[in-house]
Nanobody, 119 residues
Framework: QVQVVESGGGSVQPGGSLGLSCAASGSRFSFKVMGWYRQAPGKQRELVAS???????NYADSAKGRFTISRDNAKNTFYLQMNSLKPEDTAIYYC?????????????WGRGTQVTVSS
């Protein structure tokens, strides 16, 4: 069974930085796209950033220039470095991993980690 575990959330003042990690394990298939999502109270879950197995990254407009996604394929772990944090970045951050074969793709979500940006 594939497990996805986030770590690194917490509280920070506006303008501060936080780093999140997501470790995936248990798959007999290769991990494909890995992504970070967030959900603020009363809002829908939204994509923050994603990265392919080849290292191509995609960012939401709100994350561009401030957040950096990266991955270590050898460890099946990916990361989100968040700089210049704003109060509106406050949310539960979830990681999602896609895995499978060339013809079938599965996905699994982590349970989330809270990020709070407040003075």
């Amino acid at each position: 069974q594939v497990q996805v575990v986030e770590s690194g959330g917490g509280s920070v003042q506006p303008g501060g930085s936080l780093g999140l990690s997501c470790a995936a394990s248990g798959s007999r298939f290769s991990f494909k796209v890995m992504g970070w999502y967030r959900q603020a109270p009363g809002k829908q879950r939204e994509l923050v950033a994603s990265i392919t197995s080849g290292g191509s990254a995609n960012y939401a407009d709100s994350a561009k220039g401030r957040f950096t996604i990266s991955r270590d394929n050898a460890k099946n772990t990916f990361y989100l470095q968040m700089n210049s944090l704003k109060p509106e970045d406050t949310a539960i951050y979830y990681c999602k991993v896609n895995f499978g074969t060339a013809t079938i793709t599965y996905e699994n979500w982590g349970r989330g980690t809270q990020v709070t940006v407040s003075s």
